[in-house]
Every structure is written in structure tokens, then in C-alpha cells.
């Protein structure tokens, strides 16, 4: 089975880099402090403190993995300036065809997706349809329910 490749700029590589570092060289030991502090209280089978931290070096483990992966299989791709048509990092206002609903997404990389703050992935259904199109194109993003509905590209940044 072949890796998942990831692109990315090289500013996102760095943060990764830098989250993982984080993880490994500070959180690991807190946890570990910590999983120490509660084992000196006694009893672990009643121990609330202990489960929890347990499962905190549990959760950071995996996302020490996940990191490491992505690192792994990283592709770093050039920042582009070129505000002409839709590429990774860009910042596109949309139109909802049928609505008239206008939305504003930021393209980003998979390991670099915020929805909350209109971070989405150029692999997501909506970032895939937009990437290499140019303002005033017309997009049909494909729903998980086999519909779709279209999104005029008004602005790029």
C-alpha cells in the first residue's frame, strides 16, 4: 500500500516540525511527570488522576504519530503569488448559484484545515472543485448524496 502523500508549503512543514518537537521534547514529560505525581498517590485502580493522564500520553503518542507521518510524506510545494487563478493558500469568495449565499474559504493544505476559520482543504469536495479555476468560473462541487450544486468564483487573493 503506498503512503499518502501531503502537500504542503514550507511554512506548514515548519509548523509541523515545530508542533512535533513540542509534543516530544516538552508535553512527553509532562505527562510523564504527571503519570509519576499520580502512581506516588497510591491505589491506581480508583486512581481519576492517573486514568486521565494515561489517557493524555495515550492521545499525545498518537498525535506524535500522525505528525511523524505526515512529516514523512510531505511534499512541499512553492508558495505561489500568482493571484490569477486558485491554488493552495489562496483566499476565494464564493458564490452559492442557487442561494445567493457569498462565502470566503482560504485553501489549505490537509494538515492545515480550520473550518471554523475558513480553512479548507484543496483535497475537500469544495477545494478540489476550485483549485486551478479563475475568477467569474462557474464550479459544480459533487455532494456525498450523488447532488450537486454550483459556486461562482467572485474574488482571489
Known amino acids: 500500500m503506498a503512503d499518502q502523500i501531503f ?3 514550507q511554512k506548514n512543514y515548519d509548523d509541523l ?3 512535533l518537537d513540542y509534543l516530544v521534547k516538552v508535553k512527553r514529560q509532562e505527562i510523564i511527570d504527571r503519570i509519576a505525581e499520580a502512581r506516588s498517590h497510591g ?3 480508583e486512581n481519576a488522576e492517573y486514568d486521565a493522564a494515561r489517557e493524555e500520553q ?3 503518542e498518537g498525535k506524535i504519530e500522525e505528525l511523524t507521518y505526515q512529516i514523512k510524506n510531505a511534499e512541499i510545494i512553492a508558495e505561489i503569488k500568482d493571484n490569477s487563478y ?3 493558500e489562496s483566499k476565494v469568495t464564493v458564490k452559492d448559484e442557487e442561494f445567493g449565499d457569498v462565502e470566503t474559504y482560504t485553501i ?4 492545515d484545515v480550520d473550518v471554523i476559520n475558513g480553512r479548507i482543504s484543496g483535497e475537500s ?3 478540489a472543485a476550485l483549485m ?3 475568477v467569474g468560473d462557474v464550479v459544480s462541487v459533487a455532494c456525498p448524496d450523488g447532488s450537486s450544486y454550483k459556486l461562482r468564483i467572485l474574488a482571489i487573493e
Open 108 to 111: 489549505a493544505s490537509v494538515t
Open 86 to 88: 486558485v491554488h493552495l
Open 43 to 45: 491505589d491506581l485502580s
Open 7 to 9: 502537500k504542503m508549503t
Open 58 to 60: 495515550r492521545s499525545n
Open 132 to 134: 486551478r479555476r479563475k
Open 125 to 127: 469536495p469544495v477545494g
Open 17 to 19: 516540525k515545530n508542533e
